[in-house]
């Protein structure tokens, strides 16, 4: 009699998460997930996760109001699925420690997804620790990302709040069609490496609404990156929105048709930077607009920096093989935090061409500000103030 009953709990297990997706929710708590901010609760994510990608229809996993010690976790594809959301409302997902993550790239990983959104909730990488061994010089980790989606494709990131990240925040890497909207992110200044989001190799990315706050680049675009809008985004404090560092590796990809619109950048180190290593490489920087960006006290409010090699080293050839082209700069108002206002520190091999100015008003202490023009060519329209041309 006893041992029918056990032999009959698989099949009401079964039974019950059948139930669950005809549904259409799985919830994390009916897969063990306590939600008390220190029992693991990585398996029993990955359990729903499981039945998720298990499933043809389409399918919320649900994360109860609470907090859940989580992780390193990789949600993997691909599935059978792509239609999982996963909704966290107040949610919060706490990262373990560094020693427990390793030398991992990332904490939360997605790989091979396709169809998946995450609405609401809050991320907290629990970077302090790590950043205090990195300041105090010591031989630390590099550290993990928060989330991470790589070989992706039709993601959605919606409402979500990242805070200190022990590494970056998001990072979007060899994906397509991903959206990010009414993101926040928040880390504080000093916190080394903490770049916001992360995009690479990645085509049709956009980032909307976003409020970033953090200690390295707001946000940062790396090689092989297509078809970037990044719309109504305010940075700061930070390091600013930034094309590069490219041609660090000598094989690259370029960066290609990336629109910035509609920001405001406050009490940052730069605000519209591209940058790249002066070394012989293949790779480019072609079509960018840069248009309608508000500077409040930006030290570099534009600039192209094409030597950027941090300590000087291994960097022999003194010129970036990286091609910047048709780059447009419209609408772009404000104050600079350094007489400089405006700088094109070019490639003498590759010079920058195609720079477009149209309606720039840069001051520095009341005063138009400067502007440093090197190995650039283009052209300006409207009131342009500094100028290069
Ligand atoms: C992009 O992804 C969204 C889901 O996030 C989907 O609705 C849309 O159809 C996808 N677009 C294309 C062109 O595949
Ligand atoms: C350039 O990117 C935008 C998104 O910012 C996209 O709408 C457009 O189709 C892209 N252009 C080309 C030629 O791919
Ligand atoms: C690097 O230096 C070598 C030797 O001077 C030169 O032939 C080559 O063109 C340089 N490459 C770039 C990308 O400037
Ligand atoms: C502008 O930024 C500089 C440092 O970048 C800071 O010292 C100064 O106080 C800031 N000024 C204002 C008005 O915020």
Redesign the pocket.
């Known amino acids: 009699m006893e041992k029918s009953i056990i032999s009959l709990i698989p099949l009401l297990f079964f039974l019950i998460s059948l139930f669950l997706l005809v549904n259409g929710d799985l919830n994390v708590a009916d897969f063990g997930a306590k939600g008390d901010g220190k029992t693991d609760a990585s398996e029993s994510f990955l359990k729903a996760w499981s039945a998720a990608c298990a499933s043809r229809a389409p399918t919320t996993i649900v994360v109860p109001r609470k907090r859940y010690l989580l992780g390193p976790v990789v949600f993997q594809g691909p599935c059978e699925n792509s239609a999982i959301t996963i909704r966290m409302d107040d949610a919060i997902l706490v990262a373990p420690n560094y020693q427990k993550l390793g030398t991992l790239d990332s904490w939360l990983t997605f790989t091979g997804v396709q169809g998946v959104s995450i609405v609401g909730g809050y991320v907290n990488g629990q970077g302090s620790s790590l950043w205090a061994c990195k300041n105090s010089g010591k031989n630390c980790p590099y550290g993990a990302s928060s989330l991470a989606f790589y070989g992706s494709k039709d993601v959605g990131i919606n409402g979500l709040t990242s805070l200190n990240s022990k590494l970056y925040h998001i990072v979007i890497h060899s994906s397509n069609n991903v959206t990010l909207q009414g993101v926040r992110i928040h880390a504080p200044e000093d916190s080394p490496n903490t770049d916001g989001i992360h995009v690479q190799s990645s085509t049709d990315v956009r980032i909307f609404s976003t409020g970033i706050k953090t200690g390295d680049d707001c946000i940062s675009i790396g090689p092989g990156t297509r078809?970037?809008?990044i719309q109504r985004v305010a940075c700061g404090p930070g390091h600013g929105i930034s094309i590069g560092s490219l041609g660090k590796d000598p094989q690259e990809e370029g960066v290609q048709?990336v629109?910035v619109k509609t920001v405001v950048f406050t009490g940052t180190q730069n605000g519209l930077r591209i940058k790249s290593w002066p070394r012989p490489n293949y790779g480019f920087v072609k079509g960018v607009l840069f248009e309608q960006a508000v500077m409040k006290n930006v030290s570099n409010p534009i600039i192209i920096d094409q030597n950027y090699c941090p300590n000087n080293e291994n960097c022999p050839n003194k010129s970036s093989g990286i091609q910047i082209s048709q780059v447009t700069y419209k609408n772009i108002k404000g104050t600079s935090a350094t007489a400089v206002g405006m700088k094109f520190d070019c490639s003498a091999s590759y010079p920058c061409r195609g720079i477009r100015l149209q309606d720039i008003e840069l001051t520095y202490q009341d005063q138009v500000a400067e502007s440093y023009c090197k190995n650039v060519k283009g052209t300006s329209n409207g009131l342009v103030k500094p100028s290069c041309f």
């Open positions: 078809n970037l809008l048709n629109t």
